[in-house]
């Protein structure tokens, strides 16, 4: 059975048990393996008098730190089934030792030692006790996974090139001016982020350190100080206006949010996009707060939901399901949702549609999911003749001067018009929309050319009105 033994972070952390075993293991003339000579630790070794061979070499023909630890267990395994395997740190914190239980199936004996972090942990003096430490070279999947929080330390920023990549990474997550140690050798240097990769030196002890902020002093933020925002602004001291409100006094408002959003979209205009979206999400984070002091559910509940939500209906890509395209994972999408949703009919799906959308947007999903039991027309044209019988009943109402008979056809003709929409590939509410802007851009400039006239736009005929909108038209290319 190889033995691991983990050499502390200097000279004399090694432990009386692990010095006893590794005694040992040279009387029985065990090969004894040290991951590098370039650790203060090593003096150890070279204090013991041991014969020992080192894998430093694995450094110089590994590509990536990934293949490395691979490597360097490889190296173990290669020396034998009684070798004896000395690291830096504790052994339990070397992923190389990780590498070498995956491939010997955890059938390997530990001793470990003192552990790096902990000295990090001690140069770093941090004010609380609870921090995060976590390998420059997992940075970027803690961070994908779950976020990164403070205080945190970051090592194994061994060279300039890693530096770099982990500076760019907590300033997207901190700002890049926010305040560090950097630390090397034991040593501690106050720093800003930014000066992360501009240091003389670095080696197999660089890290960097980084104590908890106070809300008011960060410049960059997350959604969990979204959230503790809003728990300060309900409290009793808080806001008197946010303190009073429920959900049904700012439900309106998530709507109003979110046409703020669309409208940025339309206006191509980031700055104002980037704005909208925080308005967005505060009006969701603001419900779950709400809901999280009555007991309902809190944001955890809801991220969890949605995410939930994302990998069961995304059953081609996290299931079984195929989808060749677009029109294939949409279908997917729709089968799950019924299916979480307790849907045993079509109808349950119509009638699921929520009733304060927009009209025409309502309309074009209450077609659609019709349509997938299999109501629907041909083709636009066939839509379309339905558009002409539609228009004829609306004739016919109107004509008979029935006030409700008119308002209903008028209803249908719309339905109607809408369908034509969705058969064609168009989404209604969009076309509606742009169409009702450009109306109001022509009109704007055809009562401009009137007025220009001298023209008194009240008393234009209608025949008048015509001929300014149609040269309005002609000059704004829409």
């Known amino acids: 059975m190889i033995t691991v033994i983990g050499l502390g972070t200097a000279k004399g ?19 004894i393996v040290v ?47 009684d070798a004896v395997y000395l690291v830096d740190g504790a052994a339990t914190e070397d992923y190389s030792v990780k590498a070498l239980q995956k491939r010997l199936r955890g059938k390997i004996e530990i ?33 994908s996974a779950e976020g990164l929080s403070l205080p945190l330390i970051v090592y194994d920023m061994d060279d300039k090139g890693v ?28 720093a800003a982020l930014y000066e992360l990769d501009r240091q003389n030196h670095y080696d197999y002890t660089s890290a960097v350190a980084i104590d908890e902020i106070g809300l008011l002093e960060k410049k960059r933020y997350t959604i969990g100080d979204l959230k503790e925002i809003l728990y300060r602004l309900r409290r009793p001291d808080g806001c008197p206006w946010d303190r009073v409100q429920t959900n049904e006094s700012i439900k309106m408002s998530a709507i109003e949010e979110a046409y703020e959003l669309v409208d940025a979209i339309d206006c191509e205009d980031d700055e104002k996009i980037l704005e909208e979206t925080g308005d967005v999400l505060l009006q969701a984070v603001f419900h779950a707060v709400i809901k999280e002091e009555t007991g309902s559910f809190n944001l955890a509940d809801a991220l969890t939901g949605v ?42 799906s119509v009638n ?17 999911r019709a349509a997938k039991a299999g109501m629907d027309f041909a083709d636009a044209e066939s839509a379309a003749k339905r558009v002409e019988e539609e228009l004829s009943e609306w004739r016919e109402a109107y004509r008979n001067g029935a006030g409700e008979a008119v308002e209903k056809e008028l209803g249908d003709l719309l339905f109607a018009v809408v369908n034509v929409g969705r058969k064609s590939g168009c989404d209604c509410e969009k076309a509606l929309k742009e169409s009702v802007e450009r109306f109001a851009k022509r009109f704007t400039l055809a009562e401009e050319k009137a ?28």
């Not at 001793?111 to 921090?131: E, H, M, P, W």
């Not at 890049?176 to 240097?189: Q, S």
């Not at 699921?352 to 659609?368: E, L, S």
């Open 163 to 190: 530096a770099g990549d982990v500076k760019l990474l907590l300033a997207d997550a901190f700002g890049d001016e926010i305040p560090v140690r950097y630390l090397c050798g034991g040593g501690a240097k106050k």
């Open 111 to 143: 001793v470990d030692g003192v552990s790096k972090i902990t000295s990090l942990v001690r140069a770093a003096n941090f004010q609380s006790c609870s921090y995060t430490a976590v390998s420059a070279y997992d940075l970027l999947e803690k961070n």
């Open 307 to 348: 995410c939930q939500k994302l990998i069961s209906r995304h059953t081609h890509v996290f299931g079984e399901d195929k989808a060749k395209d677009e029109g294939g994972a949409l279908s997917v999408w729709e089968k799950n949702k019924m299916t979480e949703k307790h849907q045993t009919t079509f109808a349950d």
């Open 13 to 31: 952390d090694l432990t009386k048990r692990g010095e006893e075993i590794l005694l040992s293991a040279v009387k029985a003339g065990r090969k």
């Open 352 to 368: 699921d549609v929520p009733k304060c959308f927009p009209a025409a947007m309502r309309a074009q999903k209450v077609g659609k």
């Open 451 to 478: 007025l220009l006239s001298g023209k008194d736009v009240t008393k234009l005929s209608e025949a008048e009105w015509d001929e300014y909108y149609l040269l309005a038209k002609a000059e704004l290319t829409l």
């Open 35 to 81: 991951r590098t000579a370039k650790t203060a630790s090593y003096e150890t070794v070279t204090a013991l008098g041991l014969p020992h061979v080192c894998l430093d070499g694995v450094y110089e023909t590994s590509r990536n730190f990934r293949t490395l630890s691979k490597n360097l267990a490889k190296a173990v395994t290669d020396c034998g089934e």
